[in-house]
Each structure stands twice: as structure tokens, then as C-alpha cells.
């Protein structure tokens, strides 16, 4: 079965540098999620998108913004990269109409490590 | 507000021991989602089981086992005769309400569990 999709799996920058992180969400799946999980951290919820509009918000940073396309897909950018950027950023999908269900749930993809220097 | 707390932070066992992680929440919705997932050291997160607010029921799956207790807001998480490979962090995650927008996972601070040969 298809899968979460994101790429690059590694990513290296410097500061201040900009780095563009991509999500593939599971096909008919309508809304995603990012995540930033710091070193010994849990994962914390940066944005969502709903048919491809902004549904939610959390400690996401004035440098950091994304958007989901047409065809689902999100992008996840991030100027003038920090050292406490480095971590382990995770996209996720689920169904919208299926809240509610019993099977309702999340599919996360593998992340993108991302290395500031 | 939703929040998800894991107060052991490490847990040290010695293969074949049983072991119990704990997961506490709070929220005000009536209708929601509690997750358990694993990460291991490759920092992938597996997902080990769901369970909705209006189903209860306790479950078993092979050596692991979950204790859902609406009464004491807990989602307990047992591992029946610990393996080696078991070692990882594990996350308790709650889901918002279904009745609001956003959708998004709140994860506890996790639990590293290290399983000794």
C-alpha cells in the first residue's frame, strides 16, 4: 500500500541558509500535518492543511512557512536557518471524513533529518 | 487544553520482564483518539494501536497489551516478556476533539525503554 512520502531523507544545511522539505501524503488522504521532533524531544505540531488550506497552527516560526498544492502534496519552507532547526521533521495524513470512525487514524512518513551547521 | 503526559521517562528492563509504560490526558472533548506509537533508534514512528473515546474495551496483541480507563483518563501500555527489540521510545498521542477544526496529534514527552540481554 502507498505510503507517507517525504523527501529528501537527509538534509544538510548552514546557517542561514533555506531548506525545502516535501510531503506526499497517501492518495485520497485530504489533510496533513507537520511535525518538528527536536533531539530527546516528542514530536511538536508546527501546521496543517485541509484541501489545501491552513487549518491549524502551533509553534510554527515566522521563517518557517508551507502550503499544500493542488494535488495534495505539501511543501514545508524553511530561510535563514538556525542550529536549533537541526531535528527530525515528520509530515502526516489522514482522512477528514473519517473522524469520528473507528478506524480513524494517521499515517506518518520515515521524516527528514535535517542537519543545520 | 489537551495534554498528553508519560511521566517515566526511562525504563530499564531485563529481557523476558513485563513492563507497563503509563500515559495520562487530559481534554475536555467527549469524543477523541488515543495512539500508541514506537520509535525506534532508526526514528521512524510505528504505529501500535488506536483507540477511540466510546470503546473501552481493553486489548491484546501478541505480547503487548493496552489498558484504556476513562475513569482515571489512562491509557496504559504493557509489554508482556520483554524482548531485546522492543527497545525504543515509545509515545502516547491524543487526538482533538472531532467536533473541532485542526485535527492534530498531541504527543506525550515519551518513554525510552531499554531492554537488557
Known amino acids: 500500500a502507498a505510503g507517507v512520502i517525504q523527501s529528501p531523507r537527509h538534509l544538510i544545511k548552514e546557517k542561514r541558509e533555506t531548506a525545502t522539505l516535501k510531503c506526499y501524503p497517501i492518495p485520497r488522504h485530504d489533510t496533513v500535518y507537520w511535525y518538528q521532533q527536536g533531539p530527546g524531544q516528542d514530536p511538536q505540531f508546527l501546521i496543517s492543511f485541509y484541501e489545501k488550506m491552513q487549518s491549524d497552527k502551533g509553534s510554527i516560526p515566522d521563517r518557517f512557512s508551507a502550503q499544500q498544492f493542488s494535488d495534495y502534496h505539501s511543501e514545508l519552507n524553511m530561510s535563514s536557518l538556525e542550529l536549533g532547526d537541526s531535528a527530525l521533521y515528520f509530515c502526516a495524513s489522514s482522512l477528514d471524513k473519517d473522524r469520528g470512525k473507528l478506524d480513524y487514524g494517521y499515517t506518518f512518513g520515515s521524516g527528514t533529518r535535517l542537519t543545520v551547521v | ?117
Open chain 2, 1 to 117: 487544553a489537551q495534554k498528553v503526559t508519560q511521566a517515566q521517562t526511562e525504563i530499564s528492563v531485563v529481557e523476558k520482564e513485563d513492563v507497563t509504560l503509563d500515559c495520562v490526558y487530559e481534554t475536555r472533548d467527549t469524543t477523541y483518539y488515543l495512539f500508541w506509537y514506537k520509535q525506534p533508534p532508526s526514528g521512524e514512528l510505528v504505529f501500535l494501536i488506536r483507540r477511540n473515546s466510546f470503546d473501552e474495551q481493553n486489548e491484546i496483541s501478541g505480547r503487548y497489551s493496552w489498558n484504556f480507563q476513562k475513569s482515571t483518563s489512562s491509557f496504559n501500555f504493557t509489554i508482556t516478556a520483554s524482548q531485546v527489540v522492543d527497545s525504543a521510545v515509545y509515545f502516547c498521542a491524543l487526538s482533538e476533539g472531532v467536533d473541532n477544526q485542526g485535527g492534530k496529534l498531541i504527543f506525550g514527552q515519551g518513554t525510552e525503554l531499554s531492554v537488557k540481554p
